[in-house]
């Protein structure tokens, strides 16, 4: 079968031993709007925050993000078929700065695992990505910690993460945003940091 997405230069390209390849992609809003919207308005991705959302308003919000210096939108795709959404930004930037001590060389992650095809459950699969997304952010991008904040209620997130090395930090209550171009409500997180020493010891 042929890559769709073979033509997209990749920001990140690994082979993870056991799964497949990895590849990190710039997001493009427009091509990559159905499959994302598929993705956050089912009910399991309700605490990423689009449930209720058409396609268009998705692909909006993915085309104000582009045009945005501090915060990056990826589409990862395992062996050509999309398997996450990856988010990154300058936790300075976001409104998680103001409920902890920002350390030069952090930086936040947002990470939606596509949903099990009709195979089920996929064993490594969450460890698999996530393993090339931090080789992106630690050693591509080189950067010092990555912090995450999952909702509370998010406890499969939360265990997902603290499995993958990451040191829980304190709750926080996020602040609502809300301006023109963005609206995003209150959120109770659980902050966790995964630092580049952990990840890659040695």
Same mark, same amino acid.
């Given at each position: 079968?042929?890559?769709?997405? +073979?033509?997209? =230069? ?10 497949? =390849? ?12 159905? !499959?994302?919207? =598929? ?34 939108? *990826? ?12 988010? =990154? ?15 030069? $060389?952090?930086? $936040? ?27 992106? !952010? ?20 939360? +265990? ?28 109770? +997180?659980?902050?966790? *940091? ?9």
């Amino acid at each position: 079968m042929s890559d769709p997405y +073979a033509d997209r =230069t990749a920001v990140h390209e690994q082979h993870v031993d056991g799964f497949g =390849t990895v590849r990190v992609l710039p997001l493009d809003a427009g091509a990559d709007a159905p !499959v994302l919207h =598929t993705w956050v308005s089912a009910e399991r991705a309700v605490f990423w925050g689009m449930n209720g959302l058409g396609r268009d308003q998705v692909e909006e919000i993915y085309r104000h993000m582009d045009t945005l210096d501090t915060h990056h939108a *990826f589409l990862v795709v395992k062996d050509g078929v999309p398997a996450a959404l990856l988010q =990154t930004y300058e936790p300075a930037a976001d409104r998680v700065g103001g409920c902890y001590a920002v350390r030069e $060389g952090d930086i $936040g992650v947002h990470l939606l695992i596509a949903p099990a095809g009709a195979d089920g459950a996929r064993p490594g699969w969450s460890a698999a990505l996530l393993a090339a997304v931090a080789s992106y !952010v630690l050693r591509v991008l080189d950067r010092r910690r990555v912090v995450v904040d999952p909702d509370v209620r998010n406890e499969k997130a939360v +265990a997902r993460f603290l499995r993958q090395g990451f040191e829980a930090g304190p709750v926080v209550v996020l602040p609502e945003i809300d301006v023109p171009d963005v609206h995003l409500p209150e959120k109770h +997180a659980q902050l966790a *940091f995964l630092r580049r020493e952990v990840a890659f010891p040695g």
